[in-house]
């Protein structure tokens, strides 16, 4: 129990795990987007934001937007 403790403490100092997991991936999204030249990316636009209220969406505001990405992604030639 001692031991569980101490490195609780040291959780609560330095975070590790799944509560830095977010912050890591992101930075390594970034250096994958920037080393494939998008020079203007930074670290918070691959951040999670889950406290964001996004919009109430409609069946039919869903179903147009699904028809516009498909309609994007079947006219690329692969």
Excluded: C, T
């Excluded at 912050?23 to 964001?52: C, E, H, T, W």
Aim: charged fraction near 25%; avoid cysteine.
């Amino acid at each position: 129990m001692r031991e569980f403790r101490e490195w609780a403490a040291y959780s609560a100092v330095e975070p590790f795990g799944g509560v830095r997991g977010d912050l890591q991936m992101a930075i390594l999204a970034d250096v994958v987007s920037q080393a494939l030249g998008n020079k203007a990316s930074k670290v918070s636009d691959y951040m999670p934001d889950f406290d964001r209220q996004s919009p109430h969406q409609s069946p039919s505001q869903m179903a147009e937007a699904f028809r516009v990405f498909a309609k994007k992604h079947n006219s690329r030639k692969g």
